[in-house]
């Protein structure tokens, strides 16, 4: 088809799902990731992660409590979002997202509470005027804390953990469901999508996790749990592969076949995204970091410089998902469903759904990780 | 004795209650606001649909003006529009919709060797397997019983999923509003058995509409004798808008 002249519906001037539908699968996939790395000490009884599975778990309650308000914000009546909950219509994809939800934040805030509880015991036993009151009502006014009560909460721990696998994986898959079932969009419609979005939430849950623990370890200059670092970066290396291979075999597939759908993404790739896509996300952001796991996962050498390398790739993929969930919802929206036209998007500094909003949504579940840390520590002070 | 004595109380409160509802009813009730609302089983026997005759269609731009006013769409948002096509001698197309025609076509885009030009008007297809009454989260968006897709704007949250579903572009979001918003086949008209705004407007009646559920309608003695084409068909969203002289070009 001919594209120079650059021709869209009337409707599609706009951009209907702007960065704040970037940012939601953004923060659920952090979400899904840190969760399934928490269980994998907590199900699994790998011991190697025994120092970071508690803080995977509250990171990801975190990131959970915040993963609806760039929903809101978008939402034109935000105030009937419960409909979505009161009158779901199920032949929606988008339906199920309040029940999978509410039931993944309930699994979470109970293992969370189950592995704290005999803490905000001990808390509640040592402190006194509100914040005893606040630990009571945490505790939910039991004291009882002995073996046999620490021996059930593990056990609670762990079924939890168990059940919250599927659920978390259907949370973030669904999100990439709900892109990959429309037909009506070429570059989101492939029934790869979902198992893209779960991969990728893995990637970015890893790669927080890691960032976040070194930065604070370097930062509080306590002892880094170098087997479990190790571990957990060499898992960040094959999932980030595994992720990458699936995103780049999907578009040779539709490249390869060459129907009328590839002769406008070709221009997409090539055009709109040559920038965000393969030059940042593909590029930089995906080779980089690859090339510098690699090193880290294959030779032996200096602890210091291996972790920075680790740091740095971690962040770096945290950035290549963010740029991937960028170039999949903006992207897909770009292209005009005339397929002869490309429309254009820039989310605006101080608009509602703009850029600065954007960064406060992004930087708000990290602040509420730093105020979980000081009233349930998960992280040594000092080191001891 | 008891047992009587309550159950007349009992009696006398309920006849008494229901005269007073009846009574207020007629009492705050105003007779002449009377609407006349089809029944259920009254509506089922429409099926509204639609014809576009692109081999008629100037370009002028009338139905777009019309439905704007009929509906109050908002700026820069489109219940219904006309795009040109224009193919020249090596067979280079150009397409354009400078908003939606509503001031009509200015100028040509090709100043010369035009081989073949037409307009085509475009408009929700009311599909029967519509891909936005599908996804909408909430079912705010639903096929009414005489077949026309609608938008319960009291009960739709906005999150623009049905804007993404639609594969002709039909939906949009009316930001002022905050809910989604589309071509309703001018409903409040056509119940009261007038025609869509759009369709009156039409100076060459490229459009027609009617019920096809009638053997004897306008619409389906057209859709008998000419042979028409539909609208992105692999998606089988079954598009309830029919296009005579559908060029390939078309999408």
């Given amino acids: 088809m001919d594209l120079t002249q650059n021709f869209l519906f009337p409707n599609e001037l706009h951009i209907y799902w702007t960065v704040m539908i970037v940012l939601y699968p953004y923060i659920t996939g952090m979400v899904a990731g840190a969760f399934i790395v928490s269980s994998f000490y907590h199900v699994f009884g790998m011991e190697k992660l025994k120092s970071i599975a508690r803080y995977a778990l509250v990171a990801s309650l975190a990131f959970l409590l915040f993963a609806t308000i760039p929903l809101l914000n978008h939402l034109g009546k935000p105030e009937r979002a419960f409909n979505i909950m009161l009158t779901p219509n199920f032949t929606s994809a988008m339906s199920g997202f309040g029940f999978v939800y509410m039931t993944y934040m309930v699994i979470v805030v109970l293992e969370v509470w189950f592995s704290y509880r005999s803490e905000f015991i001990e808390k509640f036993n040592q402190s006194t005027g509100v914040a005893k009151f606040i630990y009571k009502v945490l505790i939910l006014g039991n004291t009882n804390d002995n073996e046999n009560t620490k021996r059930y909460d593990k056990k609670l721990v762990i079924f939890l953990g168990g059940v919250g696998i599927p659920i978390a994986c259907i949370l973030h898959g669904y999100v990439g469901f709900l892109f990959g079932s429309l037909k009506a969009n070429l570059w989101w419609s492939t029934p790869l999508m979902f198992i893209i979005f779960i991969f990728s939430a893995i990637v970015s849950g890893l790669a927080v996790l890691i960032f976040l623990y070194l930065f604070v370890h370097w930062k509080r200059k306590i002892k880094i749990d170098q087997e479990s670092i190790d571990l957990l970066s060499k898992w960040l290396w094959g999932f980030m592969i595994i992720a990458v291979t699936l995103e780049l075999m999907e578009v040779l597939s539709i490249s390869y076949e060459r129907t009328a759908r590839w002769a406008i993404l070709e221009q997409l790739i090539n055009g709109k995204l040559k920038i965000s896509y393969l030059y940042l996300q593909i590029g930089l952001f995906s080779i980089v970091p690859f090339l510098m796991l690699s090193v880290t996962s294959l030779a032996k050498f200096n602890v210091k410089i291996r972790n920075f390398i680790i740091w740095l790739a971690s962040g770096m993929l945290l950035l290549q998902v963010l740029l991937m969930r960028w170039n999949v919802v903006i992207g897909g929206q770009l292209v005009s469903k005339s397929m002869r036209g490309f429309t254009e998007y820039f989310p605006g500094y101080f608009d509602k759904e703009g850029i600065i909003v954007s960064f406060l949504l992004i930087f708000t579940p990290f602040l509420l990780l730093r105020a979980f840390d000081h009233y349930f520590p998960f992280f040594p002070k000092k080191d001891k | ?251």
């Fill in chain 2, 1 to 251: 004795m008891d047992n009587i004595e309550r159950r007349q109380f009992l009696k006398l409160g309920i006849y008494s209650s229901a005269g007073l509802l009846v009574g207020s009813f007629f009492a705050f009730s105003k007779g002449n606001d009377k609407i006349d609302v089809l029944e259920y089983d009254d509506l089922l026997k429409f099926d509204w649909g639609y014809v576009v005759d692109t081999t008629k269609c100037i370009g002028c731009g009338s139905c777009v003006r019309a439905c704007s006013v009929e509906n109050s769409v908002p700026d820069t948002f489109y219940r219904t529009w006309v795009e040109r096509f224009e193919i020249d001698n090596h067979e280079i197309v150009r397409v354009d919709s400078p908003k939606g025609a509503i001031e009509s076509f200015k100028e040509d885009n090709f100043k010369s060797d035009i081989s073949k030009a037409f307009f085509v008007p475009k408009i929700c297809n009311h599909c029967y397997n519509s891909a936005c009454t599908q996804v909408c989260p909430v079912g705010a968006s639903y096929h009414s019983p005489d077949g026309v897709v609608l938008i319960d704007k009291a009960h739709c949250i906005g999150c623009g999923y049905c804007v993404q579903a639609c594969p002709y572009g039909c939906r949009y979001i009316d930001h002022k509003k905050g809910t989604a918003d589309k071509c309703t086949l001018c409903y409040h008209r056509i119940h009261k058995g007038e025609e869509p705004a759009c369709v009156n407007a039409c100076p060459r009646s490229a459009r027609i509409f009617g019920n096809l559920k009638d053997p004897n309608s306008k619409i389906r003695k057209i859709l008998n004798q000419r042979r028409y084409g539909l609208l992105k068909p692999d998606l089988g969203t079954n598009p309830k808008c029919y296009y005579i002289g559908l060029d390939l070009e078309v999408v």
